[in-house]
């Protein structure tokens, strides 16, 4: 209801944009769900059929979304829309079209929603289709130029659905509490691949028609499309992975356990339920590390570090098969149910993979980087966002995407674990899954489901809502050490108070291969922020971490640099943000450059020229930062 007013009030403000056929009266308050203007109790669709042609030269997707509906006896189906031009709208089947009515907005034009699409139906219509074209407003989209690709000589497109970006390519009730089936019939040019989060092709074919089923119902969020010059590796067990021909072999080293990962995940929480499990490598740009499109994650080309050191980003997706894609949040508001389950889940299958003391380690350095986020969010306009529930209404779900849902939910599991013992939790949450499998679940929801079926059960005290209501990390929560991280610690501190300044021209610690990638990012993160150039310079000499070809690495190293101006940094720090979109790093870095009023200007004529190198996640992010 608050946000219905909020709209309502946004609506005054900004002019009104009506596609109608007939001019459009502003009419009663349109229905709001939780980031979404349709109207799924009263109709909701249960299986799309997408039949598009992909261009390239025009940057455009076009064609129809066919959806087939559950209609409860409504007139009127509404759908999410944004950026997205509608050019005609029919009820029934392929044979018999009739055309409807329909309206956007009205009044209504919500920089962070987009606009309701209101089709005139029948009490009985179950079929409603909408032909439409992509414009350059569907943020969804990524359409890279050859220029940006591995190869350099053939254009790629990939889409990023999560939060509510599906409403820009396709037009739908975009809200996570529905789940559709779906198929699609693409028309895309000839040299190039499509795949999808549904069955796929694993070669090219000649006419380039492809077709696709996604048989499961899925939330909307989770729809994915990619298209670009790809080849197929396989890696046993039912995995694989799509990615540009050069990348073949890199991408088969890197991720060879997972088939072990499979088994793992199996083990701990019941059968696979997507059938495939491929990676799809993407282009420098992709703004995530990996997103869980169901039956293909899309993986960042930054996990291919050469020494298999990232591919808990793989745990992490493979996981949410499970935890996200099985069971589903129902809102962006339990977000966390997603996140911090799939965190937790990651963990425990890296734990198979490397062992406790690896996994703890991976931890460690996220609970870390949670203490920072908590002291950011406690100073911040918004202290609530420390709860794991949410209250997203009226703002960006994108705003919920902070360690609070990943690590604090993380840490909630592992502490109910420490206290019910291992055994009972995984028999707990094998259940949980099983019990809400194809559904969706809230915060509530699974209160209760916790209350039944572990704590009532065992007679077990755990003050679950201090974790879910309240900010901080309760006291309770479990403490992880790590040795390996306290030695890297005590030998950053050493260096830094010239311990060990006798031997600065040539360190003692100077071989990568003493210690592992994420001691590593904890040597440089214990420096201190305004460490002398002098001792930057020494570090420089004997590491060189500017030229690690790990992106963590990079990062850590690149933001110590911003903070304590060591310029000699600064041009592989350019070609850095000129190559990787990936949030995570290049949001922290502009920032950063931001922040120091001797880098300001670099920031922002960096981000002019590279912007265009960066899906509309990443630069909308930046943008904000950046106050532009
Ligand atoms: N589902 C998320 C990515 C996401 C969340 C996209 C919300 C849009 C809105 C994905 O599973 C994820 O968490 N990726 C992380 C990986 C990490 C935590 C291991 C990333 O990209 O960094
Ligand atoms: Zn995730």
């Known amino acids: 209801m608050k946000l219905i007013f909020?709209?309502?009030?946004?609506?005054?403000?900004?002019?009104?944009?009506?596609?109608?056929?007939?001019?459009?009266?502003?009419?009663?308050?349109?229905?709001?769900?939780?980031?979404?203007?349709?109207?799924?109790?009263?109709?909701?669709?249960?299986?799309?059929?997408?039949?598009?042609?992909?261009?390239?030269?025009?940057?455009?997707?076009?064609?129809?979304?066919?959806?087939?509906?559950?209609?409860?006896?409504?007139?009127?189906?509404?759908?999410?829309?944004?950026?997205?031009?509608?050019?005609?709208?029919?009820?029934?089947?392929?044979?018999?079209?009739?055309?409807?009515?329909?309206?956007?907005?009205?009044?209504?034009?919500?920089?962070?929603?987009?606009?309701?699409?209101?089709?005139?139906?029948?009490?009985?219509?179950?079929f409603v289709n909408i032909y439409y074209e992509t414009?350059?407003?569907?943020?969804?989209?990524?359409?890279?130029?050859?220029?940006?690709?591995?190869?350099?000589?053939?254009?790629?497109?990939?889409?990023?659905?999560?939060?509510?970006?599906?409403?820009?390519?396709?037009?739908?009730?975009?809200?996570?509490?529905?789940?559709?089936?779906?198929?699609?019939?693409?028309?895309?040019?000839?040299?190039?691949?499509?795949?999808?989060s549904a069955s796929n092709p694993k070669e090219k074919n000649t006419e380039g028609n492809y077709h696709f089923d996604m048989k499961q119902p899925i939330p909307c969020y989770l729809i994915a499309l990619a298209v670009g010059d790809l080849v197929y590796g396989d890696l046993g067990n039912q995995t694989g992975v799509y990615c540009e021909p050069e990348l073949l072999d890199a991408s088969k080293y890197e991720f060879e356990d997972l088939p072990n990962m499979?088994?793992?995940?199996?083990?701990?929480?019941?059968?696979?339920?997507?059938?495939?499990?491929?990676?799809?490598?993407?282009?420098y740009s992709f703004p995530f590390g990996g997103m869980e499109n169901p039956r293909l994650t899309f993986a960042n080309p930054t996990l291919l570090a050469g020494?298999?050191?990232?591919?808990?980003?793989?745990?992490?997706e493979l996981a949410h098969s499970w935890s996200g894609n099985l069971v589903t949040n129902e809102t962006w508001n339990d977000f966390w149910l997603n996140e911090g389950f799939t965190v937790y889940f990651e963990n425990r299958i890296m734990e198979e993979i490397i062992g406790k003391r690896g996994a703890d380690n991976l931890a460690l350095i996220e609970f870390f980087e949670l203490r920072e986020e908590l002291e950011r969010i406690e100073n911040s306009g918004h202290p609530e966002d420390a709860h794991l529930f949410l209250d997203l209404d009226g703002r960006d779900p994108d705003d919920g995407m902070t360690d609070v849902a990943y690590v604090k939910g993380a840490f909630f599991l592992k502490t109910l674990e420490s206290k019910v013992g291992r055994d009972k939790m995984d028999v707990f949450l094998t259940s949980y899954f099983n019990h809400f499998k194809f559904t969706s679940v809230n915060t509530q929801k699974f209160v209760s489901y916790l209350e039944?079926?572990?704590?009532?059960?065992?007679?077990?005290?755990?003050?679950?809502?201090?974790?879910?209501?309240?900010?901080?990390?309760?006291?309770?929560?479990?403490?992880?050490?790590?040795?390996?991280?306290?030695?890297?610690?005590?030998?950053?501190?050493?260096?830094?108070?010239?311990?060990?300044?006798?031997?600065?021209?040539?360190?003692?610690?100077?071989?990568?291969?003493?210690?592992s990638v994420q001691e590593w990012l904890t040597f440089i993160r214990h420096l201190p922020s305004d460490i002398d150039n002098e001792k930057m310079k020494i570090l420089d000499k004997n590491l060189a971490f500017?030229?690690?070809?790990?992106?963590?690495?990079?990062?850590?190293?690149?933001?110590?640099?911003?903070?304590?101006?060591?310029?000699?940094?600064?041009?592989?720090?350019?070609?850095?943000?000129?190559?990787?979109?990936?949030?995570?790093?290049?949001?922290?870095?502009?920032?950063?450059?931001?922040?120091?009023?001797?880098?300001?200007?670099?920031?922002?004529?960096?981000?002019?020229?590279?912007?265009?190198?960066?899906?509309?996640?990443?630069?909308?992010?930046?943008?904000?930062a950046l106050k532009l």
């Not at 059968?271 to 993407?282: G, M, R, S």
Request: glycine residues 4%.
């Open 262 to 283: 499979m088994k793992a995940a199996e083990k701990l929480y019941g059968k696979y339920a997507w059938e495939q499990y491929d990676l799809l490598i993407l282009p």
């Open 452 to 515: 039944k079926e572990l704590l009532q059960k065992y007679n077990i005290d755990f003050n679950y809502e201090e974790w879910i209501y309240q900010p901080g990390i309760p006291k309770s929560c479990i403490d992880l050490k790590s040795d390996g991280f306290e030695s890297v610690k005590e030998m950053s501190s050493a260096f830094v108070n010239d311990e060990i300044a006798e031997k600065w021209e040539n360190l003692p610690f100077n071989k990568r291969s003493d210690y």
């Open 135 to 196: 414009t350059e407003e569907s943020e969804a989209l990524d359409w890279l130029d050859s220029a940006l690709t591995s190869s350099k000589n053939k254009p790629f497109l990939y889409t990023q659905g999560q939060a509510i970006l599906t409403r820009t390519w396709i037009p739908i009730q975009d809200a996570p509490s529905n789940r559709i089936t779906y198929s699609a019939d693409l028309k895309v040019p000839s040299d190039l691949l499509a795949v999808m």
């Open 307 to 316: 020494d298999r050191s990232l591919v808990s980003v793989i745990a992490h």
């Open 546 to 624: 500017s030229e690690w070809t790990n992106a963590e690495i990079q990062f850590e190293w690149f933001m110590k640099s911003i903070s304590s101006n060591y310029s000699p940094a600064y041009p592989y720090l350019k070609s850095f943000l000129e190559k990787i979109g990936r949030r995570k790093f290049i949001l922290p870095l502009y920032e950063a450059l931001y922040k120091n009023e001797n880098t300001r200007k670099k920031g922002l004529d960096w981000f002019n020229e590279f912007k265009k190198n960066y899906h509309a996640v990443s630069s909308n992010s930046i943008a904000k």
């Open 6 to 126: 909020k709209l309502s009030l946004f609506a005054l403000l900004i002019f009104s944009c009506t596609h109608s056929k007939k001019e459009a009266q502003p009419e009663k308050p349109t229905p709001v769900n939780n980031h979404s203007f349709s109207n799924i109790e009263e109709i909701h669709t249960t299986h799309l059929h997408l039949d598009l042609t992909v261009d390239f030269t025009t940057k455009k997707l076009s064609g129809v979304a066919r959806h087939k509906m559950e209609n409860q006896g409504t007139n009127q189906a509404i759908f999410d829309v944004k950026g997205l031009k509608i050019h005609k709208v029919t009820t029934g089947d392929s044979e018999n079209e009739k055309s409807r009515d329909f309206k956007i907005g009205p009044g209504i034009k919500n920089t962070i929603l987009g606009q309701p699409l209101i089709v005139n139906i029948d009490k009985n219509t179950s």
